[in-house]
């Protein structure tokens, strides 16, 4: 029997690189689309159709009809924020009662885990890392000390574990002076989502993937923020709280590293981040305010400005080794059209010292190294092929891949799935 295949993709940079548009142009390539950590902090926008979507639990694969979509164990799930997401996909005509299936080791996030999110960031004063307060760090932090509530627990004794979990909580906010909140309302909607989330299949995810392998079906695996937040290898302490790696795809799904054939990395042709912590490239002049502007750069989930910079070498090459990407996706190239010259940073300084591997602290002295090309200056908005890519936007794509040492085989050049070219 033929076996299926598992091909990840992920984010190479901050995170907002443009994942959820390429999965759902890549979902008609695979049976099952599944997504392996990260909460309702990470919002995927697709724009078809006229019609512009944010999803932040749901596997983008959700609007290709007939896909299986699973959210997997290494996910951590807000009932009643998945419950606002879920209705609205339903209320704009897709079902997804039989297609969406949800792991019942997923951990969930209380209405206390953002109480503490909240008292946490303000006890770190000045060293705030610039949370989206969804409570997904002390999620996690529950995970990892082994106190955590998992999806399973809604059917088995969940008032007693959700009473013990929320005075435990209670008891850590109090100890830290932290008494001015309210989570009545919260909680009441919370509930809801409990008593919404029992309608969906609850499966243990691992047995389910692994089956489907065996079966002959092929999954593409979907990260949520990027690797330069990854728990381990990010830009720590200004980071996520779980692994955004390609390793995190195994854990995160109960899949054999062997299993793993493709990994397509997906970077911006510039480069962003959201929230607090070191970015070398970031540009406080008016050409990062344009990257902004014609970018559209801000939170798809808080609506915060995107910090913006130029595309940052060091740190690809070292993505793009941590995941063993195999294919790169560009994404935003258009947002560069206008601009008369093009930079990438292609290494750091520190003390007069070229630094070209990224290395452990990238807060203080760091320099960026940059090469400028000429820009395009060509409005490529509406091309559909590669053969209509002006020669100084070839020229960078040449660049990049010796610079990298691997191909970018997809460009994206606008928000909608049509504006997007797959290279030969």
Same mark, same amino acid.
């Given at each position: 029997m033929k076996k299926g295949k598992v091909d990840v993709l992920l984010g190479l940079q901050w995170g907002d690189e443009g994942k959820g548009k390429v999965v759902d142009v890549m979902t008609p390539l695979y049976d099952?689309?599944?997504?392996?950590?990260?909460?309702?902090?990470?919002?995927?926008?697709?724009?078809?159709e006229g019609q512009k979507y944010v999803?932040?639990?749901?596997?983008?694969?959700?609007?290709?009809?007939?896909?299986?979509?699973?959210?997997?164990?290494?996910?951590?799930?807000?009932?009643?924020?998945?419950?606002?997401?879920?209705?609205?996909l339903e209320r704009s005509g897709h079902e997804l009662r039989s297609r969406l299936h949800i792991s019942r080791k997923a951990h969930l996030i209380m209405p206390t885990h953002r109480v503490l999110d909240a008292a946490l960031?303000?006890?770190?004063?000045?060293?705030?890392?610039?949370?989206?307060?969804?409570?997904i760090g002390p999620t996690y932090t529950d995970k990892v000390s082994r106190n955590g509530l998992r999806v399973g627990d809604i059917f088995d004794g969940f008032?007693?574990?959700?009473?013990?979990?929320?005075?435990?909580?209670?008891?850590?906010? %109090?100890?830290?002076? &932290?008494?001015?909140?309210?989570?009545? /309302?919260?909680?009441?909607? $919370?509930?809801e989502g #409990?008593?919404?989330?029992?309608?969906?299949?609850?499966?243990?995810?691992?047995?389910e993937i692994n089956k489907l392998l065996c079966s002959g079906k092929s999954i593409l695996c979907e990260g949520a923020q990027g690797t330069m937040l990854d728990i381990d290898f990010g830009s720590y302490p200004f980071v996520t709280s779980s692994n955004t790696i390609c390793a995190g795809a195994c854990t995160g799904l109960g899949i054999g590293p062997n299993k793993i054939g493709e990994v397509y990395g997906i970077m911006k042709a510039y480069c962003t981040r959201v929230g607090a912590g070191p970015f070398p490239t970031e540009l406080f002049d008016a050409?990062?305010?344009?990257?902004?502007? %014609?970018?559209?750069? &801000?939170?798809?989930?808080?609506?915060? /400005?995107?910090?913006?910079? $130029?595309?940052?070498? #060091?740190?690809?090459?070292?993505?793009?080794?941590?995941?063993?990407?195999?294919?790169?996706?560009?994404?935003?190239?258009?947002?560069?059209?206008?601009f008369d010259t093009i930079k990438a940073c292609v290494a750091y300084k520190r003390d007069?010292?070229?630094?070209?591997?990224?290395?452990?602290?990238?807060?203080?002295?760091?320099?960026?190294?940059?090469?400028?090309?000429?820009?395009?200056?060509?409005?490529?908005?509406?091309?559909?092929?590669?053969?209509?890519?002006?020669?100084?936007?070839?020229?960078?794509?040449?660049?990049?891949?010796?610079?990298?040492?691997t191909p970018i085989r997809i460009i994206s050049i606008g928000p909608d799935r049509e504006q997007t070219i797959i290279r030969q």
């Open positions: 099952v689309v599944a997504r392996f950590q990260g909460g309702p902090n990470a919002g995927h926008t697709l724009e078809f999803l932040r639990s749901i596997p983008s694969g959700i609007f290709q009809g007939g896909k299986v979509n699973i959210i997997g164990n290494g996910v951590v799930l807000a009932p009643d924020l998945f419950m606002d997401e879920a209705k609205d960031e303000a006890a770190k004063g000045a060293g705030k890392v610039g949370t989206t307060g969804k409570g008032e007693e574990k959700y009473a013990a979990h929320k005075a435990r909580h209670e008891q850590m906010l %109090l100890s830290m002076g &932290y008494t001015d909140y309210d989570i009545s /309302e919260t909680e009441k909607k $919370w509930m #409990v008593e919404y989330l029992r309608q969906f299949p609850i499966v243990d995810s691992e047995h050409t990062g305010d344009k990257i902004r502007q %014609l970018g559209h750069e &801000y939170g798809a989930v808080t609506g915060r /400005e995107r910090r913006c910079g $130029w595309i940052d070498l #060091v740190a690809l090459r070292y993505s793009i080794m941590v995941n063993g990407v195999t294919q790169l996706i560009m994404m935003k190239s258009d947002v560069l059209d206008d007069g010292v070229r630094i070209e591997d990224f290395p452990y602290d990238i807060e203080k002295g760091i320099e960026p190294v940059y090469v400028e090309m000429p820009g395009w200056k060509t409005d490529m908005t509406q091309f559909t092929d590669e053969s209509q890519f002006p020669k100084a936007f070839c020229d960078y794509i040449d660049f990049l891949e010796k610079a990298l040492e």
